[in-house]
């Protein structure tokens, strides 16, 4: 495990922590004035290798040769000039820090989003060492920057990754659906009416980056992925976006647990480790591996039965009703995956270069409307 401190004065900025992988939904924009909640757990940073932050370029001052050694093959709005680096923590996990006053403008709506660089200082000699980000719309998260403060290790404190074998013992996955609410409700806090259910912004942020994998690894030819919620939330836009034709590529669930996939099998769907960020490999090397964070992978693969129907009746003398709570509701809309988060991650591809695939991307915004994203 690791501390942080401030890089001019030495200065601890936080509580201990153990390293994670970056969550998919880190850069995430969900919908408009929703509030989500904390993107890192309790105790855990993860480090984003890229630059991130201010200040930024846009896509025409950059050479083209300069952003694919940067391994960004695509246009974009604009690329960082900021330090690689970055340290993301949960607001709750900082010590030893104050916020700077008047450094909240940018494009806030509800709160602050850090456009204009670090807005939270080192509380002992004032040296501006974080973003603190609770707008509407982002995951609320703290943004160590990484040229202000310096990682320690805490002695006795080490956390070993844990094997395959024990996660799948103990997390239980990201469920699909989940309630979210507006930010500022006038209603009585915590009150039923002030959420309603939707699809998970995490899984539409894993299937975003999912997705883009997927039609890499289809070379324009279509894909036909398991049915049930694997079809749910992939077949449609691969559907959409993908030509028809005779040679059919099939997508097959693998990962711990699941039985060994076939020789014929050439693109698997597989989880990534929730510490390393590692993705899972099978024994036989397979053409094309396509990650999915731990969570959702593992709900896909072995997903949570729904909670029983009330009944009526007289249960047994000794049998204890277990129907209070209904099934948790299930959203209105079709599944539609991240559209940015799907084009931060093809725009890193290589083979964006591809015409069909820089077609994709092009028309993005057409697609969006045609409602697969």
Known sequence: MFVFVCARCGARLTVPLSQVALPAHAHQKYGNGIQLPVLMASGTFAVEPEPWGPPWRRWEEIRPDEAAARGVYAPVYALSDGAPGAIIIAPGDASGTVLIPGRHAGGYCCGLDGADGPNVACAECSLPVASRIDDCSLWQAMWLAPNAVRRLPVDGLGTAPLPWSELMAEDKGTPPFEPITTWGSRRAAGHWSNYWWTWSPQWEAAVGRALAHLLVASEGQPVIVPGGLVGQVFQRALNALLPAGPQVRCVVLAGPGLPAPGGDDSIL???????????????????????????????????APDLPVPTSGVLPAGVLRDDFDPPAPRPRQGFRADPEVFRHTLVRLPSVRSPWLREILENLTHHMRAGLF
């Open 269 to 303: 769907l597989v989880p990534s480790h929730p510490q390393t960020g590692t993705t899972w490999a099978p024994a036989d090397p397979v053409p094309y591996l396509v990650p999915l964070p731990f969570g959702v992978w593992r709900w896909l693969a072995f997903p």
